[in-house]
């Protein structure tokens, strides 16, 4: 008996030191192993955004972010928040210059509180098409575009498109300058796109984003412009009525970095993130024109929402009506910018 009691007291020992030992190696293991090694280094970069996956921004960003994660080896990893899961179009600028978000792509006329100057992007028929867009941003103008924001501490690093503006209204089509009048719409916030509605005799009142769909669906204004890739894909068609397919005004977004993390990041790691950059807005602007036409279509024909295309004598009406925009660009910031843009587009 007594033995037996030494055997099962031996065993209930080696029992022990086997879990305390097992345990022990294991948790050196995870501590020191390889892998975790090699996670420790790993530079993370968190990307938000406020539109939907689904739409040229959020789609560009995921592809970003699979290819800077290929070209690095996994070196760099990007996690991408969109639906302003993370902050508001309000909040995102700040959260960056604060470094609690790495990388964000507002669009022009969230930097105009930041920039007035980048107003002239929101000017109405600034851009006629794609081509314009593409030459202008591009070319010189986009280097100093990039410039001002690096006055401001930020690093400025692409250009993407998310498409032209149309017009949306829940009481009736919007086709002469005259439909606008008494009308309540919401609007990004910038000045000119303020003026602009002004100029309809409507009355334009800023909401972030993320609010839209709500404030739609209470009825808090009439209408709105936007891209047809984010009326659609934020569901706005639901409780618009009418859309005018106008163009009248360009919605693009600059990609904006937190800059001490930028000059943080090795040389290799930068170069091949501005690879991934390049490849990613080259295909942006391609999905922006597919994605804004096949949506057109989707709505035109699986939704109850009444679409309407300006001609292009209506289009020259508005514009004659915009007139007075561009003469007040140039007297509050002169006129070479203004000049440039026109000069090099087309
Ligand atoms: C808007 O506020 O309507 C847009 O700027 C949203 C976006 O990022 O496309």
């Known amino acids: ?191 000119v796109i303020e003026e602009q509605f002004r100029l309809f005799g409507a009355k334009p009142i800023v909401v972030p984003f993320n609010h839209v769909y709500k404030s739609l669906e209470k009825q808090e204004f009439d209408g709105q412009e936007n891209t047809i890739s984010n009326i659609y894909s934020k569901g706005f068609y639901q409780f618009q009525r009418y859309m005018t397919v106008s163009n009248h005004g360009y919605l693009g977004y600059v990609v904006l970095m937190n800059k001490p993390f930028w000059r943080s990041l090795p040389k290799d790691i930068q170069k091949q993130i501005v690879a991934a950059l390049e490849e990613a807005t080259l295909w942006n602007l391609q999905q922006s024109k597919e994605q804004n036409e096949q949506q057109l279509l989707e709505m035109k024909n699986n939704s109850n929402i009444q679409i309407y295309e300006l001609t292009d004598k209506e289009r020259k009406v508005w514009k004659e009506k915009f007139a007075p925009l561009y003469k007040e660009f140039e007297k509050k910031f002169g006129s070479k910018l203004l000049q440039q843009i026109q000069n090099d587009k087309g």
Do not use: C
């Open 1 to 191: 008996m007594k033995r037996w009691f030494i055997v099962m007291g031996l065993m209930s020992i080696s029992v022990f030191l086997y879990f305390a030992i097992y345990k022990n190696v294991s948790q050196t293991d995870i501590v020191f192993d390889d892998e975790q090694t090699e996670l420790d280094d790993q530079v993370v970069i968190y990307f938000s955004h406020v539109v939907a996956e689904n739409t040229p921004k959020g789609l560009a960003a995921q592809k970003f972010a699979k290819l800077v994660e290929e070209k690095t080896n996994g070196r760099v990893k990007v996690e991408v928040f969109p639906n302003g899961s993370l902050y508001s179009d309000e909040e995102e600028i700040d959260a960056l210059m604060r470094g609690d978000v790495q990388m964000i792509a507002p669009s022009f006329s969230k930097v105009t509180e930041l920039i007035p100057e980048w107003q002239v992007l929101d000017l109405p028929f600034i851009f006629e098409d794609y081509h314009d867009v593409e030459k202008v941003f591009m070319g010189r103008i986009g280097k100093q575009l990039l410039a001002m924001l690096e006055k401001k501490g930020i690093q400025g690093m692409a250009f993407w498109s998310n498409g032209f503006k149309q017009m949306t209204s829940n009481r009736h089509l919007l086709i002469e300058p005259q439909d606008f009048k008494g009308l309540r719409f919401r609007i990004m916030p910038s000045k």
